[in-house]
């Protein structure tokens, strides 16, 4: 996924040491705990050569896994687990809520109950812990970060909304041109469908929507512009939601940052 992502061409990353790209084929699901489980052991490597770390990338998510806990090692039995997920493709979204309602006479607290994936979780999760969905927030909340004995400090570079759209409109041209839509039929090839998460990621899935039939050449750009704005704006407030502040600093344009950080931020 070299084209869609930005990837750091070969001479970025022979110049500045990288680490976890490449690490898995794009047909294959990457959890978050799998995720970490690699961080610990490359950071781990960092600092015994005495050097610090730089995480970079724009997933609000795996980015708050470096400040909170995300994981809870919550297990199912496999089978029963796979028994509980047919039950839920078998029936209904509202049918699936009314059920997971009769676990949790407390409510649902904050689920969002329009989202399948995270209804069938939170059953999931209810089942492994036999607590109702609030306990199970609360013991989790509890639980330690994974990098909490870590100093850590979290630069956001910010530009105007109008750069940002202006560089959304000029970073898809030149996909489309670098070759997007080859590199869509070549993952297709190699079973990128089998990853929702890849196969669903903004980019990738207008440009198999596009091979599909489904959007013409002339939408192409257009709706893959859409859809970034529309993470854009998302980002922005997850951000602000969830990154402890006290935290952050937010550089709003390039040239204010730190001069030992523009060789970083250029490269």
Avoid at 107 to 113: E, I, S, V
Avoid at 175 to 203: F, H, T, W
Avoid at 221 to 238: S, Y
């Amino acid at each position: 996924m070299d084209i869609g992502t930005a990837k750091p061409s070969a001479d970025e990353m022979a110049e500045v040491p990288h680490h976890l790209i490449d690490v898995v084929s794009p047909s294959k699901q990457y959890s978050i705990h799998e995720y970490l489980e690699a961080v610990k052991t490359v950071v781990a490597d960092i600092h015994a050569r005495g050097k610090r770390v730089l995480i970079v990338g724009g997933s609000g998510f795996y980015l708050n896994a470096y400040f909170a806990p995300v994981v809870d090692h919550l297990k199912l039995d496999p089978a029963l687990e796979a028994e509980i997920v047919d039950w839920f493709k078998g029936q209904s979204l509202e049918d699936s809520v009314k059920a997971l309602e009769l676990l949790n006479p407390g409510g649902l607290g904050d689920l969002d109950t329009q989202n399948p994936r995270r209804v069938l979780k939170a059953w999931l999760r209810c089942l492994a812990a036999g607590k109702p969905l609030t306990e199970v927030l609360l013991d989790f909340k509890k639980l330690p970060g994974e990098f909490d004995h870590f100093d850590r400090e979290v630069i956001v570079l910010s530009r105007p909304k109008e750069d940002l759209e202006a560089r959304v409109a000029l970073r898809i041209d030149q996909m489309i041109s670098d070759g997007l839509v080859e590199e869509v039929k070549g993952l297709l090839d190699d079973g990128i469908s089998n990853n929702p998460s890849a196969a669903g990621s903004i980019g990738y899935r207008e440009t198999i929507a596009h091979l599909a039939g489904g959007l013409t050449e002339a939408e192409l750009a257009g709706t893959i512009a859409q859809n970034t704005r529309r993470l854009l704006k998302k980002q922005r407030t997850w951000f602000k939601k969830f990154l402890p502040q006290e935290a952050v600093t937010d550089v709003s344009n390039l040239e204010s940052l730190p001069s030992n950080w523009h060789r970083i931020g250029a490269s």
